[in-house]
């Protein structure tokens, strides 16, 4: 029995990891159709990478398009019938498999990955940790949580103030703009 358990927790570390590329916004329509909001860079992909997971990896999901509506895409998820099912999973993540997603070029990176990572000033002074990467239509912003500062810093995610991302040393380098984190 001992070494049946051994396996089992060796297997749970073997699971793929996985990258969240949507949210469920709600239902749409009567039929179990979901609002689906998609991450992802070409926003239509959501649905060409395979089933879809929660967080949990306890559920996974096909995914058809369908129209465009506010918010991303009107969207079937198998398994959901009724409005009342649909609506039961506002707010759910949904993950994909990592090695289902396209490589990325040097310059670019998994919101995913950069949650999380430290960030240090070119001098080597800590500056915070990545909490989450926002987007508010022009660039990507970096959401710290720094010690000591109340309320989270914003840091534009562009090359100039974040020249580099180390994701193998968990470490990310910036040079923000004069008193901005003061």
């Not at 990891?17 to 179990?32: F, H, L, T």
Request: with cysteine; proline share 7%; charged share 25%.
């Amino acid at each position: 029995m001992g070494s049946m358990m051994v396996e089992q927790s060796g297997s749970k570390k073997a699971k793929p990891d996985r990258v969240c590329v949507g949210a469920v916004a709600g239902a749409y329509g009567v039929r179990g159709d979901v609002r689906l909001k998609s991450f992802c860079a070409e926003p239509e992909a959501i649905a060409s990478y395979g089933p879809l997971w929660s967080e949990d990896g306890t559920r996974s999901f096909d995914v058809t398009l369908g129209p465009s509506v506010a918010q991303g895409f009107a969207a079937r998820l198998s398994g959901i019938t009724t409005r009342e099912a649909a609506d039961a999973l506002r707010g759910l993540r949904l993950f994909v498999d990592r090695d289902r997603l396209p490589g990325l070029p040097d310059d670019e990176f998994y919101h995913a990955d950069l949650i999380g990572l430290q960030v240090f000033d070119t001098g080597g002074a800590p500056l915070g940790r990545v909490k989450a990467v926002l987007n508010h239509g022009a660039s990507d912003l970096l959401e710290l949580v720094t010690p000591g500062q109340k309320g989270a810093v914003l840091l534009p995610f562009t090359r100039a103030i974040v020249p580099t991302v180390d994701l193998a040393a968990g470490r990310i380098v910036a040079d923000p703009p004069e008193g901005l984190l003061e």
